[in-house]
């Protein structure tokens, strides 16, 4: 176990459905990612989180809007998806943004819209 | 800004033999370089990473190379095993930790 923990790790939903990711790490550490990893595309990162302020937000669509209420939990919300959202989405954490530092990585919530 | 190629996609290897994935980058300025290994149904793992002061890294049975030069990086893994078997991902950064990841190299290892 890395140390972070997602849920649920698989989510089938609906376009007009309204669901949320769950992360939560236990390391300590102060900074946390989403990444969107689809089939034979690189891992997109998604946002960083930086002692709870969102730090960076790469150009990701508003259907998606991440919440971190404190340095330990991080959440995707979603609503609207479309069907090519359909990917494992992956969260990470390390000790603080800013510097070169581990990324460790849940296992991923594999999410599938229709 | 940094694009990372990642090749091959696919290398399949006989148990014992040695697997070497190849990167290049496009951003002079990075300078850290970290390799993970996902397995079926788990997040990647960092297995090893490289810093541009250094020409290459070993750990056991798994060695990294940078040539700053060329830009490229490879991973080396000798002796493989079948616990081997997973996807590789390279990964580029300028000193910061936004990574810019390859698109994975499937290693299969058989026995």
């Known amino acids: 176990e890395t140390g972070v923990t997602q849920t649920p790790r698989h989510l089938v939903m609906g376009m007009t459905n309204k669901k949320s990711l769950k992360c939560e790490q236990h390391?300590?550490?102060?900074?946390m990612y989403w990444y969107k990893q689809s089939a034979k595309k690189p891992l997109e990162l998604m946002f960083v989180?930086?002692?709870?302020?969102?730090?960076e937000n790469n150009s990701v669509p508003s259907r998606f809007s991440p919440e971190c209420p404190n340095s330990s939990h991080l959440f995707l919300h979603l609503h609207t998806l479309q069907p090519e959202d359909s990917a494992l989405y992956l969260c990470?954490?390390?000790?603080?943004?800013?510097?070169?530092?581990?990324?460790?990585f849940g296992p991923g919530t594999r999410l599938t819209v229709l | 800004g940094e694009n990372v190629e990642q090749h091959p996609s696919t290398l399949s290897v006989q148990e014992g033999d040695s697997a070497v994935i190849k990167c290049t980058y496009s951003d002079s300025a990075s300078n850290y370089f970290p390799w993970y290994k996902q397995e079926l149904g788990k997040g990647p793992q960092l297995i090893i990473d490289i810093r541009s002061n250094v020409g290459e890294k070993k750990d056991q049975r798994i060695a990294v190379t940078l040539n700053k030069t060329a830009k490229h990086f490879s991973l080396h893994i000798t002796e493989t095993q079948p616990e081997d078997s997973a996807v590789y991902f390279c990964?580029?950064?300028?000193?910061?930790?936004?990574?810019?990841f390859g698109t994975g190299t499937r290693l299969q290892v058989f026995p």
């Open positions: 989180y930086n002692f709870k302020e969102q730090t």
């Open positions: 990964a580029a950064s300028q000193n910061t930790d936004k990574l810019i």
């Open positions: 390391l300590g550490h102060n900074a």
């Open positions: 990470a954490s390390s000790q603080a943004q800013g510097a070169v530092n581990e990324q460790f």
